[in-house]
């Protein structure tokens, strides 16, 4: 009987999809919870905001719909980005404002996508005067290429698992590379989720703000084993999510909190 039912089984799964009409259309896969990025906090030992608040996630679900991000300097600034989509879900533009007002602050951006993925951000100053126009490449839905013609060009590499092995910035300048360029090589990584999959349209914070603090590589896991001129080996802590609830290298520390949505 334990071999017989199974194959009745078979049998009965068989003969039903074979009676089927060969346009119905398959169920829809069920998602499972996903885990969002929240917040970001400064853990560096001796800076003088340690323990300060860094950025702000706020979602509508899964959408990300307000980022606030908190300035520390000889002149402190919270900036807020308020995110508009269209109907399909895909970020059309931002409202950017800032406490500290001044001619430097970008105040909004336009997005432009190619199938589902991000493809030009445009930063506007007050007066609609256009700031940075950044364009963005992929292959096999990963980040290949992000150019900003007043600032550099990042380009990103893979191996078979995902992994991003290396990365070259070459600076630009007056909209030509200047000849400065800068290697990153990512030889080791771990078996956790990389932390760019908990912030939803990471690449828009990444290029605007190329703060790593974002997380610096993208791809499948994180990276662990880094070379930038010299080794340098960043160290993790996870949560229950299987994401980073800290990051430590070269005196630097950040730690993120997330939110399950389903």
């Not at 199974?6 to 346009?23: D, G, R």
């Not at 960043?234 to 999510?241: D, F, P, R």
Request: glycine residues 6%.
């Amino acid at each position: 009987m334990k071999q017989t039912l199974p194959m009745l089984l078979l049998a009965a799964t068989f003969i039903t999809s074979c009676s089927k009409s060969n346009n119905t259309k398959p169920a829809p896969t069920p998602t499972g919870p996903t885990a969002l990025l929240t917040k970001i906090i400064n853990n560096t030992a001796g800076d003088p905001y340690l323990g300060q608040t860094l950025a702000e996630f706020t979602y509508n679900g899964k959408q990300l719909s307000k980022a606030v991000i908190y300035h520390y300097s000889i002149t402190p600034d919270v900036e807020t980005d308020l995110f508009n989509y269209d109907s399909q879900g895909h970020l059309t533009s931002t409202a950017i404002s800032h406490t500290l007002s001044n001619s430097y602050n970008d105040v909004s951006s336009t997005v432009t996508y190619s199938g589902n993925n991000i493809s030009e951000i445009k930063f506007y100053k007050a007066g609609s005067v256009l700031d940075q126009d950044i364009t963005i490449t992929y292959q096999n839905g990963n980040v290949t290429n992000w150019l900003n013609t007043n600032e550099v060009s990042d380009t990103y590499t893979y191996d078979s698992n995902g992994h991003n092995t290396k990365e070259v910035a070459v600076e630009y300048m007056n909209g030509q590379p200047d000849g400065n360029q800068n290697v990153t090589t990512n030889s080791a990584f771990d078996a956790k989720s990389n932390l760019t999959g908990a912030l939803p349209l990471w690449i828009y914070f990444r290029v605007y703000q190329e703060d790593q603090m974002y997380g610096f590589a993208p791809g499948t896991n994180n990276p662990t084993t880094v070379n930038d001129g010299a080794d340098v080996t960043y160290g993790y802590q996870y949560n229950s999510y299987g994401y980073p609830s800290t990051i430590s290298w070269s005196g630097q520390s950040y730690q993120y909190q997330y939110t399950q949505v389903n």
